[in-house]
């Protein structure tokens, strides 16, 4: 009798937070009025685990918290070592929302890093080649002044765009 108190009482006090009566949960999870009163009020001996994860989805609750209310304890062992058994739904969605958001980021640093990368190794090569010529003492009009120069504004860009690290505080929280 005690798990369906629990049961009554978590989906109960989810309702109550999001300002659902039972006929509006029961409408948005795609059930009967009557077959969730029964669920809320433990006439459903082993609730459908379907059922469960839209209303844990529904009421931002833990669909660990709810299946283990529901009698299925044997289930939430899998997820005991998980850091994420005791995320409601939404709490999920915004971890792998923020997670992809990350990773197009850090992405987007490393290309960016890339094609600075590019233009340098075009800029020393430019460098080589003109230094070559003038080291065969070709007519060319570039002088060492100017190779120290291009070299000098290489360094400046490997210092400030390539060695720089990514801000790594834009990690969100959870991972």
Same mark, same amino acid.
């Given at each position: ?10 989906? $109960? ?10 006929? $509006? ?29 839209? #209303? ?15 009698? =299925? ?24 929302? $923020?997670?992809?958001?990350?990773? =197009?980021? #850090? ?17 020393? *090569? ?15 009009? =570039? ?6 120069? *291009? #070299?000098?504004?290489?360094? $400046?860009?490997? *210092?400030?765009? #390539?060695?720089?690290?990514?801000? =790594?505080?834009?990690?969100?929280? *959870?991972?």
């Amino acid at each position: 009798m005690d798990k369906e108190v629990n049961l009554k009482t978590l989906i $109960e006090g989810g309702r109550e937070i999001k300002n659902f009566s039972q006929r $509006e949960l029961a409408r948005r999870i795609g059930l009967s009025n009557t077959s969730l009163n029964d669920l809320e009020n433990g006439k459903v001996q082993k609730p459908d685990v379907e059922i469960l994860r839209k #209303i844990a989805e529904e009421l931002d609750l833990s669909l660990d918290q709810l299946l283990k209310a529901a009698g =299925y304890g044997e289930i939430t062992n899998w997820f005991s070592n998980d850091e994420f058994h005791n995320k409601s739904s939404r709490d999920l969605k915004n971890i792998i929302k $923020e997670a992809r958001a990350f990773k =197009y980021d #850090i992405l987007d640093f490393d290309s960016n890093k890339r094609k600075e990368a590019v233009k340098v190794i075009k800029e020393l *090569d430019r460098v080589m080649y003109n230094l070559k010529l003038l080291n065969e003492n070709r007519d060319v009009d =570039y002088n060492l002044n100017q190779a120290i120069e *291009d #070299i000098n504004k290489t360094i $400046e860009v490997l *210092d400030k765009v #390539i060695a720089k690290k990514y801000d =790594y505080s834009k990690l969100p929280y *959870d991972l």
